[in-house]
Antibody, heavy 119, light 110 residues
Framework: QVQLVESGGGVVQPGGSLRLSCAAS????????MHWVRQAPGEGLKWVSYVRSDGTYTSYTDSVKGRFVISRDNPKNTVYLQMNSLRPEDTAIYYCARDRGGAEYLDYWGQGTLVTVSS | QSALTQPRSVSGSPGQSVTISCTGTSSDVGGYNYVSWYQQYPGKAPKLLIY???KRPSGVPDRFSASKSGNTASLTISGLQAEDEADFYCCSYTGTYTLIFGGGTKLTVL
């Protein structure tokens, strides 16, 4: 069955970096686009980033452009989110999700990994 | 870009129907037939309920239905059950592989 498992979250100081990983199983990642979506404590879902199946196209929400980089390693069936220059407002649970139809909807989600940016 | 507008909360009694609205603009909801809805229980990951405005993935009960008119999409839950109590989020494609979510609606089953 399709499974997505995020890892790499933790506590980091403002200005620091973290790399999140999303390991996929039950399907071949290189056939699908992948997204990262975040949810601040007590808040709603916010779309963060997308990478196309072949890795040649990426997109980001404005607030993370220039700081976050999404990438994928298809042989490892894994997607990454490199987060730099972290700010307290980046504190959230980060979910990876599988894309269907070219960023039309997200059909499977991981359980999320918590990122806390605090001094 | 601001989130799509959803009511913060709705409520209904078991067996009743409730509708959650999701208002955007011509650049998102009104511009594409790519509205999706997600259900999220506390402490859990979101789950896909509706895609392409009104299609249900296999396994989603037909009590959940959705539609769109202009810049507003709607999710209707009929025959409310206690297990439907959760947060619901709409989401729309906004062009060039980007998405935008609604602020979320908390459904309370009285």
């Amino acid at each position: 069955q399709v499974q997505l498992v995020e890892s790499g979250g933790g506590v980091v100081q403002p200005g620091g970096s973290l790399r999140l990983s999303c390991a996929a199983s039950g399907f071949t990642v290189n056939n699908f686009g992948m997204h990262w979506v975040r949810q601040a404590p007590g808040e709603g879902l916010k779309w963060v980033s997308y990478v196309r199946s072949d890795g040649t196209y990426t997109s980001y929400t404005d607030s993370v452009k220039g700081r976050f980089v999404i990438s994928r390693d298809n042989p490892k069936n894994t997607v990454y989110l490199q987060m730099n220059s972290l700010r307290p407002e980046d504190t959230a649970i980060y979910y990876c999700a599988r894309d269907r139809g070219g960023a039309e909807y997200l059909d499977y989600w991981g359980q999320g990994t918590l990122v806390t940016v605090s001094s | 870009q601001s989130a799509l507008t959803q009511p913060r909360s709705v409520s209904g009694s078991p067996g009743q129907s409730v509708t959650i609205s999701c208002t955007g603009t011509s650049s998102d909801v009104g511009g594409y037939n790519y509205v999706s809805w997600y259900q999220q229980y506390p402490g859990k990951a979101p789950k896909l309920l509706i895609y392409d405005v009104s299609k249900r993935p296999s396994g989603v009960p037909d009590r959940f239905s959705a539609s769109k008119s202009g810049n507003t999409a709607s999710l209707t839950i009929s025959g409310l059950q206690a297990e439907d109590e959760a947060d619901f989020y709409c989401c729309s494609y906004t062009g060039t592989y980007t998405l935008i979510f609604g602020g979320g609606t908390k459904l309370t089953v009285l």
